[in-house]
């Protein structure tokens, strides 16, 4: 008699700061360029997914938020089938043929541009390599989930290698700098609208792809190369500066070329775009980088800043946005900042324009927090 093992674990969402867009292989995922994120601290935001061999089940079972998932979905289906394949090869083919009962939630909206197929995917692989003992890398397993979730396997400071193999076999993460590397960095998430965006990443990236072949071209071979130099060396070299400006510029020419898509891919709304000006109003009046801002293929927006500066940034953002909720708040300290968060929101007509804000850091990868 097989007993039943099972084991929960938790899975962080990253932010890139140089986007993936765009697959030369969809089948396995394996992007046009490389990438490079942070993972952000699962206190606030994480998946925690239980995978459970259940020998008294006929088949697997999947449950997102309470519910049941279609595992028959080629993704799901590939991952699924590829662990155990490597259970097999390492010698665990009798666990192999035990259904799976997998539970997953998200403290966090699903689908809302938060990066959830990322932890999503991270997570399940996760717990299935700890379930079936795999060693070895587990990134290009994820990656054939969901792209970024293979960035989400690492804490702290990610690269997603594009690679040159056509099998996808180099396409995998590394972690470029541990979570503690530059500890001063805070994360505001600003969540302007939580439902689910109206066009998937996926569906979006091949229009790109297909309609702006020759800025998409020009991006792959002139402009990414540089950046992603600049962007992990102003990391290593923590300068804020230069990494401020390389993930703005990066985040605007990102959502121009996906307006340049044919139809147009408008990811952001009129609130996005005010938080940008807003942002950019703020230091341009500081007369330094005191900020940088970064979004996804979604409206909601990613700000990144230092602890030093992150009482003006939130106090600015309150001001003008009115959230009804921040969590995670620090405790606030009176400083002669302020006048400049007064002097910025000044500027802006103010309104609640905001769902939720989120202050975060850079955290670790996922994690094992039972087993049985």
């Known amino acids: 008699r097989i007993e039943m093992r099972s084991v929960t674990i938790t899975a962080p969402i990253n932010i890139a700061t ?23 601290d699962q206190t606030h935001l994480a998946t925690t997914t239980t995978a459970t061999l259940n020998p008294s ?12 998932e279609d595992l028959t979905k080629p993704r799901f289906r590939r991952v699924l089938a590829e662990i155990r394949e490597r259970a097999r090869a390492s010698g ?11 539970e997953s939630s998200n403290n966090f909206p699903t689908a ?12 399940l692989v996760f717990a299935l390599g700890h379930l079936y003992n795999i060693t070895g890398d587990l990134s290009s397993l994820a990656r054939q989930g969901s792209g970024s979730a293979c960035r989400s396997m690492f804490g702290g400071f990610v690269k997603w290698e594009a690679g040159s193999n056509d099998d996808g076999s180099d396409s995998v993460a590394r972690q470029l700098f541990t979570e503690d590397y530059w500890p001063e960095l805070r994360v505001i998430i600003v969540v302007v609208k939580s439902s689910p965006k109206e066009f998937p990443s996926t569906d979006g990236m091949k229009l790109t792809c297909q309609t ?3 800025e998409m071209r020009e991006r792959q071979e002139k402009i990414l190369p540089s950046r992603l130099e600049l962007v992990e060396k102003s990391f290593g070299d923590r300068n804020f500066e230069v990494f401020a400006e390389e993930t703005m510029t990066e985040s605007d020419q990102f959502h121009q070329l996906c307006c340049n898509t044919k139809p147009p891919l408008d990811y952001l709304n009129e609130v996005s775009r005010k938080i940008m000006a807003v942002l950019r109003a703020l230091n341009d009046e500081a007369g330094k980088k005191l900020v940088a801002y970064t ?15 992150l009482n003006v940034v939130l106090e600015t953002l309150e001001r003008v946005f009115q959230p009804p909720r921040v969590d995670n708040r620090p405790p606030h300290s ?21 769902e939720w804000m ?12 039972a087993q049985n």
Not at 295 to 309: F, K, L, M, Q, S
């Open 57 to 68: 089940l006929t088949h697997d079972l999947f449950l997102l938020n309470g519910k049941q």
């Open 295 to 309: 979004y996804d293929a979604g409206p909601n927006a990613v700000v990144i800043t230092r602890e030093n500066e």
């Open 358 to 369: 989120i202050v975060t850091n850079v955290g670790t990868g996922p994690k094992v927090v």
């Open 334 to 354: 009176s400083s002669e900042k302020s006048d400049l968060a007064e002097r910025v929101s000044s500027k802006f007509e103010s309104a609640q324009e905001v």
């Open 112 to 123: 809302a541009g938060l990066a959830s197929s990322s932890s999503g995917f991270a997570g």
């Open 18 to 40: 140089v986007k993936y867009w765009g697959k030369r292989d969809e089948t396995l995922i394996i992007p046009l360029n490389s990438s490079v994120s942070l993972t952000l």
């Open 212 to 214: 702006c072949q020759d």
């Open 92 to 102: 665990h083919g009798n666990l192999a043929e035990i259904p799976l009962q997998i």
